[in-house]
Every structure is written in C-alpha cells, then in structure tokens.
C-alpha cells in the first residue's frame, strides 16, 4: 500500500510563499515509477488541477493561472515531491493535495488518472 503526505500549508499573508511537500512510503512503492500531481479544492468547488512532474522531474505542466508563481519539484532520493508557492493571491486559498500515478503519460491533468492521495494541507491566504 502506498502512503502519501501531505504537509507545509499555512496562513499567509497576500505577496507571501509557502512550500508544500508530500513524503511518499510504501513496502513496494518505487517513486521514481510515479507521476506526481498536486490539486486543490477550494470550500464549494470541484478538486481542480495544480501542478504536474514526471518521472525524472524533467516534465512539468501547470495550471494557466499558477505559471510563473509555482514550481513542482521531486527529490527521488528522498521520496518526496513539493510545490513551491510564491506570489500567492487569496484566491489560491484552498486544501492542497498531492496524488501519485502509475501512469507515465503527460500531462496528467484528471484527477482519475492518478491513483494514490494525500491528506490534504490547508492553505489560506489573506488579502
């Protein structure tokens, strides 16, 4: 079984950042064979698409409206991929989650095509 964490949310001032990781385990979980996704869902909304990284880290995909504001990253040693969040607006306020696939397509933007969840780390940010 795969286990995915979330952590790194927070309150943060409008203009301000945060960086969101997700530790992944699992007895036969081999990371660097997951495609790394990050959602986020907002109080009333559907889960929506953040972020996308491949298996090597060489492939991201973003959300028109975070491009130039976060960065998805992975560290296979450690089993960990984040999302750095700068410039954040009050209307990124939301539960981050991060999702892990078997699937190598890119991008992978459905929430369906990933297979493993975390938790979920609030972030609220203020105008």
């Known amino acids: 079984q795969v286990q995915l964490v979330d952590s790194g949310g927070g309150l943060v001032q409008a203009g301000g950042s945060l960086r969101l990781s997700c530790a992944a385990s699992g007895r036969t979980f081999t990371f660097n064979r997951y495609t790394m996704g990050w959602f986020r869902q907002a109080p009333g909304k559907e889960r929506e698409f953040v972020a996308t990284?491949?298996?090597?880290?060489?492939?991201?995909f973003y959300r028109d409206s975070v491009k130039g504001r976060f960065t998805i990253s992975r560290d296979n040693a450690k089993n960990t991929a984040y999302l750095q969040m700068n410039s954040l607006k009050p209307e990124d306020t939301a539960v981050y989650y991060c999702?892990?696939?078997?699937?190598?397509?890119?991008?992978?933007?459905?929430?369906?095509?990933?297979?493993?969840w975390g938790q979920g780390t609030q972030v609220t940010v203020s105008s």
């Open positions: 999702a892990a696939s078997r699937n190598n397509d890119y991008p992978l933007q459905r929430r369906e095509q990933y297979d493993y």
């Open positions: 990284i491949g298996w090597s880290g060489r492939n991201t």
